[in-house]
């Protein structure tokens, strides 16, 4: 199996950014990444998936806003959100999957890692 460690979150005014990181403790290099979201009583909100040759796709309501990349070397995935707005103020998720399709299917991730706050005011 595969440990996530997402950092990154925190307060930040409406308008502003932050980078969220996430570092996989095994090789990551043929998985394909992604970024959920989530709040109380809610279920997870795909927000953008990351394929091993780089291919990039968003959900809509991030699209234009929230940028998602990959440094091999360190086998970390990063989330740049910029334009950030209160109801982007969720508990973010960086999770791990064998394959391709269907990247905003929380269950298709086999790995998970245990998530960092994001609180938009």
């Known amino acids: 199996d595969v440990q996530l460690v997402e950092s990154g979150g925190g307060s930040v005014q409406a308008g502003g950014s932050v980078r969220l990181s996430c570092t996989a403790s095994g090789n990551t290099r043929t998985c394909s990444m992604g970024w959920f979201r989530q709040n109380p009583g809610k279920g997870r909100e795909g927000l953008a998936s990351?394929?091993?040759?780089?291919?990039?796709t968003y959900a809509d309501s991030v699209k234009g806003r929230f940028t998602i990349s990959r440094d091999i070397s360190l086998n970390t995935v990063y989330l740049q959100m910029d334009n950030l707005k209160p109801e982007d103020t969720a508990m973010y998720y960086c999770a791990a999957k064998v394959g391709l399709g269907r990247w905003w299917i929380d269950h298709e991730y086999n790995d998970w890692g245990q998530g960092t706050q994001v609180t938009v005011s």
């Open positions: 990351i394929e091993a040759d780089g291919t990039t």
